[in-house]
């Protein structure tokens, strides 16, 4: 699967230079409707949006799509795609692969252009996944791929020890401290290094515990709240206690899916594409995995909606060809391997229903529940400073600098000067 992913770098060299020639003004006639495109994606972590993408290369000679792989973290994707929007010219990107909670501040700004909504269908979409897309009442994206946490466990040594996975919090610690321990494995783990996944997996803990961070508009602080301080004291607890091991404060998504791919952990929280990578010929731990929704103080807890939608660069080239791209990905075709070649969760609702698809992958009912339960991030204006504030205020407590009561005052004192300055637009 690697060579899918070196091939997509390659290209991106190969796209700036195209670009290039485009900003200088050199070709008149790049600006009409129909040409060929760019496709701009976070890190394709499980190498199969090559393939895809040939699908469409192969039918539509005239509107080739070059894919363009920016960095796997979140953070550095949009820091990249930001630079390049901001010049409001046509730039390296035609059409943007963006984090479901991107759409309010790229259209709020105008980068990405409002789509025909009867162009899409979106019926047909899982209804929370739509939300995300829209802004301001009108359809800005399209959903591509959507996303929730599940807790992924070693089966095995459950089975072993005659224990269900765990439900809630306490039954995780305890197993986590109890268990882990007898197998010479680490507890738990989650993406708990200062980037985007720590704010989805404390925004989880606080929502988990009947919490929130910010109002329903994102210009009021809710988070100085009993809920949160229980959130961030799981979190904080775990380190302090030792069933997080200190190094997941360093993880992102493809560190904690190793460790526990490499055996070394009892219980992590991750993404579904991380039990496909676990499961699938060749890993360590291949049939000695489960999943589960997260667990929560008092029962299953609550996910974050993940995921990502296309869009279409306002002053992009070519649009017609970016919508039809965009119906391409979209299409149940191509959802059906984004969730079979991609181990991606498809947006497309009919493919959870699939018995064929729920044998092949047993998480998927789990995962459903997961999305249409699932809360978004804190809405607001200023998302990416509401969620550098969480980061940082959070992984103080973890890594055991302030005690978790101290960080939520501090959260909601920090947060209140965000949320009344001025916009930095
Ligand atoms: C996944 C999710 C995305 C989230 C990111 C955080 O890519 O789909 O929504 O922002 O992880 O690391």
């Excluded at 692969?97 to 909504?117: C, K, M, Q, Y």
């Excluded at 960080?407 to 947060?415: K, N, Q, W």
Aim: glycine residues 10%; charged residues 20%; contains cysteine.
């Amino acid at each position: 699967m690697r060579w899918v992913r070196t091939a997509g770098r390659s290209l991106l060299a190969f796209a700036v230079v195209a670009s290039a020639c485009v900003v200088s003004g050199s070709d008149e006639h790049e600006v009409s409707g129909t040409g060929p495109l760019t496709l701009a994606t976070a890190g394709d972590l499980t190498g199969y949006l090559g393939s895809v993408l040939e699908g469409w290369n192969r039918t539509h000679p005239a509107e080739r799509v070059t894919l363009v792989e920016l960095p796997d973290s979140a953070d550095e994707t949009r820091a990249q795609m930001v630079t390049d929007l901001r010049r409001g010219e046509s730039g390296r990107f035609d059409v943007l692969n963006i984090d479901v909670n991107w759409t309010s501040e790229f259209a709020g700004a105008g980068w990405i252009r409002p789509l025909p909504r009867g162009r899409f269908p979106l019926e047909a979409f899982l209804e929370p996944v739509v939300d995300t897309a829209t802004y301001d009442g009108r359809l800005f994206a399209v959903p591509y791929v959507t996303n929730a946490g599940l807790l992924l466990y070693r089966k095995d040594i459950l089975a072993k020890e005659g224990v269900p996975p765990p439900r809630t919090w306490a039954d995780l610690e305890r197993l986590a401290k109890t268990i882990a321990p007898k197998y010479g494995l680490d507890g738990y783990a989650g993406q708990f290094f200062a980037y985007e996944g720590l704010t989805v997996n404390v925004a989880e803990a606080v929502y988990s515990a009947g919490g929130t961070i910010l109002g329903d508009e994102g210009d009021r602080v809710t988070v100085n709240s009993a809920a949160a301080r229980e959130g961030v004291g799981f979190l904080a607890r775990g380190i302090r206690e030792g069933w997080i091991p200190r190094a997941a404060l360093t993880y992102k998504e493809e560190e904690s899916k190793q460790a526990f791919q490499d055996g070394r952990l009892l219980f992590m929280r991750n993404w579904p594409y991380a039990y496909a990578s676990a499961s699938a010929a060749g890993s360590p731990v291949a049939g000695k995995v489960g999943a589960v929704r997260l667990p929560g103080p008092h029962g299953p807890g609550v996910s974050v909606l993940g995921g990502s939608n296309l869009a279409v660069n306002a002053h992009g080239r070519h649009p017609d060809s970016a919508a039809r791209l965009i119906a391409y990905l979209t299409s149940e075709q191509v959802q059906r391997q984004v969730l079979t070649q991609g181990a991606l969760p498809p947006v497309r609702a009919a493919l959870y229903d699939d018995p064929g698809l729920v044998a092949r992958f047993p998480y998927l009912p789990a995962l459903r529940a997961s999305v249409i339960t699932a809360a978004p991030r804190p809405k607001s204006p200023r998302y990416e400073q509401v969620s550098l504030v969480v980061q940082a205020v959070v992984r103080d407590a973890m890594a055991g600098y302030a005690a978790p009561s101290a960080s939520v005052r501090r959260l909601a004192r920090e947060l209140d000067r965000v949320s009344s300055r001025p916009s930095a637009q």
